[in-house]
């Protein structure tokens, strides 16, 4: 069946799907690489005093401001009508909980702290295994990318001086509103750079240099990766930045957008945010958390998103891995080596492990699908990846592999086979369809 959540399908797919999991079961840190927030700052999971909310038609901010006794802040996503609003530190709850019940509001919720899903790893790793477990080279006789294929990386930053770098890369905003609490260095002088090492990581996987004579290879080396920095120095987004970056994506031309990130909070103004970039057309993939816990983890268990697995070198769930009903596809995530900034390591390569290096693989190859067969609507993208995923548990889907391990030659050709005269015309996303059940392996899928 297609996997990704629509609000509006809810009652179509819950015989077979269902949100369920909770964070930290093996109490893995939730911060990345380590870190923790300054020994000055309060260890919570929100920006404090800091409101989102997004008024309803006609409502005027400052009947809102009113209400709650806050000043006013900058709007956070105009397109979506979402406004920052600023309260006295202690009372966020409260003052979310009286503009919920106020009417004046269709949402409001506190400016969450998301984390980066990573697990450090030997940096010493010296193979790409991950490439031909999932039939890259197969995938690579039929296409690298195309430069017209956008893939938005949401994260940490990219060391835009790493010899490695993608042949396509664009620099985007940077929305990192934590980062002075955090301790980190000015932000945006010289563009999204990385002072974490992570977001190098991941882009790293999706479109690395290729064929260059150095390094290592991206699996779509030929599409255009957006860099968006909404993750500071520590590993910390606030759900301001990361909405501000989820509209600045689907707005500039990302087709698809990675979020190898989270948090257990659900929040209906990131929903709207993933909504929204959905209805523009673009293929939402999200880390699945690394707390080997059955919990919730946003955005990847938001409507619309693919919450992605990840696997080891024998196709066995990795032991840090969340899992659940809403897993749509697993990827390879332990030992990954792709590109850091050279503070993170000397050579500018290290093997890391997480969701979030599993999350790039399913990026990259929703990326190479739509260069395959660009006519294609996300909805499936999506189909094909599920579809061409290769089964490797019982249940439909899996709690730990979804529909599959994702295997990218096997989706090129899913896709491939919904274009049967080698031309398709788009898709209104207005009259999406489910097409007819098929079987792979032990799963029917729409």
């Known amino acids: 069946m297609f996997h990704v959540k629509r609000q509006g399908w809810r009652c179509l797919i819950a015989a077979f799907m269902a949100t369920s999991l909770l964070l930290g079961s093996l109490n893995v840190p939730t911060v990345a690489f380590g870190t923790s927030p300054p020994p000055n700052r309060p260890q919570q999971n929100f920006v404090p005093g800091v409101l989102l909310a997004r008024p309803e038609p006609g409502v005027a901010t400052t009947r809102i401001a009113t209400l709650i006794g806050a000043r006013e802040g900058p709007p956070v996503a105009p397109g979506l009508g979402v406004q920052k609003f600023e309260v006295q530190p202690g009372h966020e709850q409260t003052s979310v909980e009286r503009l919920r019940r106020s009417g004046l509001v269709a949402g409001a919720s506190l400016d ?27 995938a690579w006789q039929t296409t690298l990318g195309s430069s017209s294929t956008t893939v938005a990386v949401i994260d940490s930053g990219y060391d835009f001086g790493h010899p490695d770098r993608p042949t396509h890369l664009i620099a985007g905003p940077t929305y990192t509103s934590t980062a002075a609490a955090d301790g980190c260095p000015p932000e945006g002088i010289d563009g999204p750079q990385d002072d974490l090492g992570h977001g190098t990581h991941v882009a790293g996987t999706i479109a690395a240099g290729f064929d260059n004579g150095i390094g290592v290879a991206g699996l779509a080396p030929n599409v255009s990766v957006l860099i968006v920095k909404a993750a500071d120095c520590t590993g910390n987004l606030a759900d301001s930045d990361v909405v501000a970056a989820i509209e600045y994506a689907a707005d500039h031309g990302a087709s698809v957008i990675n979020m190898s990130f989270g948090g257990p909070e659900q929040d209906d103004i990131l929903d709207q945010a993933v909504e929204d970039a959905w209805s523009k057309g673009v293929v939402l993939v999200a880390a699945a958390g690394n707390q080997s816990s059955s919990a919730p983890f946003y955005p990847a268990w938001s409507p619309d998103v693919m919450a992605v697995s990840a696997t080891d070198q024998n196709d066995s769930p990795a032991w840090f891995s969340n899992y659940g009903p809403d897993i749509a596809v697993a990827a390879p995530g332990v030992n990954i080596l792709s590109t850091v900034p050279s503070f993170d390591n000397a050579t500018g390569y290290a093997a890391e492990s997480g969701t979030s290096m599993a999350a790039p693989h399913v990026s990259a190859t929703a990326a190479l699908v739509l260069s395959a067969a660009p006519g294609l609507t996300n909805v499936q993208v999506v189909q094909a990846i599920e579809r061409g995923a290769v089964s490797l548990g019982p249940g439909c889907p899996n709690p730990y592999y979804g529909y599959g391990r994702v295997d990218v030659a096997a ?23 489910f097409l007819p059940f098929v079987t792979n392996g032990a799963c029917s899928l729409p």
């Open 411 to 433: 989706a090129l050709a899913m896709a491939q086979a919904m274009v049967p005269s080698g031309s398709l015309a788009p898709q209104s996303l207005a009259n999406r369809v």
């Open 112 to 138: 969450y702290i998301r984390h980066v899903a990573v697990v450090p790893d030997d940096p010493d790793y010296p193979d790409q295994w991950d490439l031909p477990k999932i039939d890259a080279p197969g």
